[in-house]
């Protein structure tokens, strides 16, 4: 039924970046009819059936770091959550989805990406039930780490699909704007879709709806899913993956423990013992076989800055959301559906500015966006930061929500296609995990370092006799200011690493 197709290694691999200024990028032939290529495209109709697919997983697994934020105050009053239980609900999907994206990344390659894709959207599904019917706090950050762990099957399993569906020319830019705005537009379609579920029928709901999209994928992706493999004979790097799902897991937890103090012992030991740990991961890494991540993934310049802009990208839409949705319900006192409606200004500033800057990419090349998206975007962030407790929703919230979105608009064009450019075939799945995992990690790291400025900041207020909405805003507006400085050193990163011609950056054939 379904069609394998398997790579061999460096064939057909898309030229690299790392060319010498001035020096040719040579570029191999568009695959043949009947070469035995996993770069050979599906029908032309299967291709764009399979782009749906492949979006609204993505869509899936993005909105799941923040439908369930909206959701958390009602959530916490049924449940009995303390308030780091509340955190550990988004952080627990964030982080095992982060740390274990590689090892996924590495299975898809090995089993088959359609095999990897199908059985991780089941699990999602099954993991969503459980969390739609749990009835206790340690049951519910146990399905959302449940979701984390098939979503890092399943994620980088449909982007290397995505890259070898669409693989060279302006398809492939259409392909990856579109999943890039999907991506990016994600995270505050799940904050509408939580506040809708959340008050026409409860919390429960921003779980048992991933069931539909569940079984969407499944029944469509059965049909229009072409399946691919890396490199035969590849082991699994059990090493490898042990040190990097202790490793991240220690430096985050770590980063959580921080509240407490930073001289504490705990604290200390997990953000040393992480440190060791991927510091072992990379040594591993650079001496087996057939590694978990490839080094010359991430020592490409441009994938490297690409994966950096990604991971601040994720502490902004997982990490300061978060704080968006407690300010408008806690502090304006918004109903949830009020307060999902009232952030979908940022999903429709991003959905506006896409298709401009695709149309523009081809003309001006990826490296303006992706300096200019982050500080529109840290522009939002400062605007937001100066909310207060008296303050108004249009004055001090919505002009800040729709440069955020523009901001981010601007850099989800050519992120995708510039963290996967130059990458052999073989090390499809590795790369699009590493895609996915600066997302996610980013956001878990955010997340708890955010805890720990509002935290701070709101304690401050606190002794200045400041009331608790006024304290709670005075730790909102802190947590924008630190991710507006994090968007400008994006930016920065960015004008550093993303270098190239236009025919580097944008190669239009494989």
Known sequence: MTRSLDTAPETGSIPTTGAPAGSAVPSAPRPSAGAPSALRPAAPARRWWALAVIALTQLVVVLDGTIVNIALPQAQRDLGLTDAERQWV??????????????????????????????????????????????????????????????????????????????????????????????????AVGLLL????????????????????????????????????????????????????????????????????????????????????????????????????????????????????????????????????????????MAPLHAGLATVVMTVSTLLVVPVFTRLLPAIGPRPLMVAGPVVAAAGMLWLSRITADGDYLAQVLPGLILLGAGLGMVFVPLQNLALIGVAPQDAGAASATVNASMQLGGSIGLSLFALVAASRSAQAATTGASDAEALASGSGAVFLAAAGALLIAAVIALVCIRGAKSELMPEHA
Not at 114 to 142: D, H, N, P, T, W
Not at 152 to 179: I, Q
Not at 236 to 261: H, R, S
Not at 283 to 294: D, F, G, M, Q, T
């Open 90 to 187: 988004v952080t627990a999907y964030a982080l095992v989805f982060g740390a274990l994206l590689l090892l996924g990344g590495r299975i898809a390659d090995a089993w088959g990406r359609k095999r990897a894709f199908m059985a991780g959207m089941i699990g999602f599904g099954l993991a969503s039930l459980y969390g739609g019917l749990a009835q206790s706090a340690a049951e519910l950050v146990v399905a959302r780490g449940l979701q984390g762990l098939c979503a890092a099957l399943l994620a980088p399993a449909a982007l290397a699909l995505l890259t070898v569906t669409f693989p060279f020319g302006r398809e492939r830019n259409t392909a990856f704007a579109v999943y890039g705005a999907v991506a990016g537009s994600g995270a």
């Open 194 to 333: 939580g506040g809708l579920l959340t008050e026409v029928a409860s919390w429960r709901w921003c779980l048992l709806v991933n069931l539909a999209f569940v079984a969407v994928a499944v029944i469509v992706g059965a049909f229009v899913l072409v399946e691919s493999r890396g490199q035969r004979g590849a082991g699994v790097d059990a090493w490898g993956a042990f040190t990097a799902v202790l490793g991240f897991g220690a430096l985050v937890y770590g980063f959580t423990l921080a509240e407490e103090g930073w001289t504490s012992a705990g604290t200390i030991g997990c953000l040393v013992g992480g440190a060791v740990l991927l510091a072992l991961f990379v040594w591993i890494e650079s001496r087996v076989a057939h590694p978990l991540l490839p080094l010359r993934v991430v020592a490409h310049r441009v994938r490297a800055g690409a994966y950096l802009v990604q991971a601040v990208v994720g502490s902004v839409l997982i990490g300061a959301t978060l704080y968006l949705t407690l300010h408008l319900q806690l502090v304006l006192g």
